[in-house]
């Protein structure tokens, strides 16, 4: 029996191109009601990625090896992770609750299109974003981004940004692999140019 779920009842379209600048920005979760509803968990604490356009790019859900798997319902429907490549979802609705997204979308009318979508991969287009205030940038833009200090000395290239919640934190590797973590905030963080993939931060190299 093939237990595939087929692109039009899950409104999904295989003839949109895949973006060349898509960002991971989510993972979409359970169910939400009866009527075709999902929630949806944004990577970054502001999600205006996640409403700055209609369209989401799906990918199937990555496990990496010795990560914890949610066991699934017997009941359940098929995962979007049996999907062999990229699909895209028209969004009708999409707002926040709590700390996540709850979402609608075109053809997903009721519960089992809803959780047939559970553990995909959300991307949307870089060009989509909202343009950020002068003093703000998004992580993805910050990641590669050479860092150094008032003394010119190489601190390493942005590997990774965590958010602690009250503000981020640049984790930088340098070339022998030495970590380190640097508030991103302008006590510490002179100057960022995208333009020359350069951050100065007041940060020493025995810090």
């Not at 970054?44 to 990555?62: I, M, N, V, Y």
């Not at 895209?88 to 299109?113: S, Y």
């Not at 974003?129 to 910050?142: A, G, N």
């Not at 290239?157 to 070339?175: K, N, Q």
């Amino acid at each position: 029996m093939n237990d595939r779920v087929a692109a039009p009842s899950l409104g999904l379209d295989d003839d949109i191109a895949w973006p060349e600048d898509a960002v991971e920005v989510a993972r979409i979760g359970e169910a939400w009601g009866i009527q075709g509803g999902f929630k949806v968990q944004p990577f970054s604490g502001d999600p205006q990625a996640l409403f700055c356009t209609k369209r989401w790019f799906l990918r199937p859900a990555e496990v990496q090896p010795g990560a914890a798997v949610r066991p699934v319902a017997k009941s359940a429907a098929p995962a979007v992770a049996r999907l062999s490549a990229p699909r895209t979802l028209k969004i009708k609705n999409a707002r926040e609750q709590g700390d996540t997204i709850v979402a609608t979308a075109d053809g997903i009318t009721d519960r089992n299109g809803a959780e047939a979508l559970r553990g995909a991969r959300v991307f949307v287009s870089r060009s989509a974003f909202p343009t950020p205030d002068s003093d703000e940038f998004y992580w993805i833009d910050l990641m590669g981004l050479t860092v150094v200090n008032r003394q010119d000395e190489v601190l390493g290239t942005v590997a990774d940004l965590i958010d602690t919640g009250a503000h981020s934190v640049l984790r930088c590797v340098d070339e022998a692999n030495t970590e380190r973590l640097i508030p991103f905030v302008s006590a510490y963080i002179d100057s960022v140019s995208l333009a020359d993939k350069r951050i100065v931060a007041d940060w020493g190299l025995d810090y």
